[in-house]
């Protein structure tokens, strides 16, 4: 079976997201995260730090699991 994303996977910064590519380019995830406190929101959104290594994990995904074969 052929792989629909193709490795390796890249973490690609933008203003308020972090984007999980594939080698071709197609963004499989954004990760959004805000430094700022909005009014009426709660306390459970993301730091910079946290989607940011959120990000990398997820990248990372594909040679976790060709490492297990």
Do not use: C, H
């Given at each position: 079976?052929?792989r629909?994303f ?19 380019g197609?963004?499989?995830l ?40």
């Amino acid at each position: 079976m052929a792989r629909r994303f193709k490795p390796p996977w890249s973490v690609v910064p933008y203003p308020e997201a972090f984007a999980v590519q594939d080698a071709t380019g197609f963004t499989i995830l954004y990760v959004y995260f805000s430094e700022r406190v909005l009014v009426g929101t709660g306390p459970d959104r993301l730091t910079r730090d946290e989607a940011r290594r959120i990000a990398l994990n997820v990248a990372k995904l594909p040679d976790l699991l060709r490492a297990k074969r």
